[in-house]
């Protein structure tokens, strides 16, 4: 899950390590302060031999023999004695001062890390919004993750036993976790237990564009919910689609629950009153209504959706999207919402899902929740959602 995506991440945590790593300290030349004297250098006696060859006409003009042997001729140095005063200790032949030196200090506080700036990280950042909009996230919330990981950098300063990966990690997986929350709490369980307290049946109604897996997923949910010791009923509503009704019989045979439906072509707002009506009368818990899969730009589709949901009052309109088409899903859920107010939101296909761009979108562009993601064909491959589940696929090892 999100693999492209984590790639991508994984190379800008790696830019940000490198940028906020303190800078590794050379050798410091050592610096002569006021009132520090270099060591006196000692001095030894310096013995140069001059030879002086003499020619024959100075031998005769000197009188001086000819096998008369070379004149050495030797000059002594006096010795210079440097007067020293050490102010400090005296190291490979360099004075350090009792005091630090500010080339020291200058060393350390490199390694100490310093505060990066805006113009530090403009690199990074732009690197990173476009790791986010070729994984297809929504513009918006693209922007919102980069500003996040700007004020988490921005001032930043490292120790030297700082852990550059695992801060990469926190700034990153803190600006995500923000956007995949939603300030609008929907906990379904909690729904169904209050209406079953009051004598009714929960109504959920599925709404969502067709092919992608509306009723595959109203089949998962109510495997979800039976194991829960819910009692269910579905309610055949997708009357447009050839085989739309028999697809849903052969679920519910298989999880042993009832179906309500009628012949196809028949009023969908009719199979779903029937099916409130036929829970209420079983003492049914839930009632999840199927309806056919339309795009939102069809108008005289999305008017009869409407219709539904003035019929069936449900307790929750449930946004059902291919994750597979990243921010198409993210467009659709706006609209039907628009439309019909959503409750909330299931992605189907997670387990497919290379680029994460719906998952990361969706709860920022509706303010709806995601409530459930479908990871697989299995009735059982439904799971609640948690922003961790995203998190540990994109930062996970």
């Given at each position: 899950m999100f693999e492209k995506l984590k790639q991508k991440l994984k190379q800008v945590k790696e830019r940000i390590t490198k940028k906020i790593a303190p800078e590794p300290m050379g050798e410091e030349t050592p610096e002569i302060t006021a009132g520090t004297q270099p060591e006196a250098l000692s001095v030894e006696e310096v013995k140069p031999e001059i030879k002086l060859e003499i020619s024959a006409e100075e031998r005769v003009r000197l009188e001086v023999p000819e096998k008369k042997p070379v004149v050495e001729v030797k000059r002594k140095v006096p010795e210079i004695e440097?007067?020293?005063?050490?102010?400090?200790?005296?190291?490979?032949?360099?004075?350090?001062?009792?005091?630090?030196?500010?080339?020291?200090?200058?060393?350390v506080k490199r390694v100490a890390g310093r505060e990066l700036t805006a113009k530090d990280i403009d690199d990074i950042l732009w690197e990173l919004q476009v790791a986010m909009l070729e994984s297809d996230v929504a513009v918006p919330v693209a922007d919102q993750i980069v500003e996040r990981v700007k004020m988490g950098l921005v001032g930043k300063r490292v120790g030297i036993r700082a852990d550059l990966k695992k801060m990469a990690d926190e700034v990153?997986?803190?600006?995500?976790?923000?956007?995949?929350?939603?300030?609008?709490?929907?906990?379904l369980i909690k729904i169904i237990k209050e209406k079953r307290a009051k004598g009714d049946p929960a109504v959920l109604v599925f709404v969502g564009i067709n092919g992608h897996g509306k009723t595959t997923t109203i089949a998962k949910l109510a495997r979800y919910l039976t194991k829960r010791g819910f009692k269910v009923v579905?309610?055949?509503?997708?009357?447009?689609?050839?085989?739309?009704?028999?697809?849903?019989?052969?679920?519910?045979?298989r999880l042993g629950v009832d179906i309500v439906k009628q012949r196809r072509g028949a009023d969908s707002a009719a199979v779903a009153y029937d099916a409130i009506e036929h829970a209420r009368a079983r003492n049914l818990d839930v009632v999840l209504v199927d309806t056919a899969g339309r795009m939102q730009t069809d108008v005289n589709l999305m008017d009869e959706m409407?219709?539904?949901?003035?019929?069936?009052?449900?307790?929750?309109?449930?946004?059902?999207?291919?994750?597979?088409?990243?921010?198409?899903?993210?467009?659709?859920a706006r609209s039907f919402d628009q439309a019909v107010g959503i409750t909330g939101t299931i992605l189907c296909k997670m387990d497919a899902d290379a680029r994460g761009g719906a998952a990361l979108s969706i709860t920022q562009v509706t303010g709806k929740p995601i409530l459930f993601l479908g990871t697989g064909q299995g009735y059982d491959d439904l799971v609640e959602f948690k922003p961790e589940i995203i998190l540990n696929a994109l930062f996970g090892d």
């Open positions: 440097a007067e020293r005063k050490p102010v400090g200790k005296v190291k490979a032949g360099v004075i350090l001062p009792e005091k630090p030196k500010r080339g020291f200090i200058r060393a990153l997986s803190d600006a995500i976790k923000e956007v995949l929350r939603s300030e609008h709490e929907v906990d579905l309610a055949a509503g997708d009357t447009f689609r050839a085989a739309g009704i028999e697809q849903l019989e052969i679920h519910a045979k409407k219709k539904i949901v003035r019929v069936a009052k449900p307790d929750a309109v449930i946004f059902v999207g291919d994750a597979l088409t990243g921010n198409d899903a993210v467009e659709q």
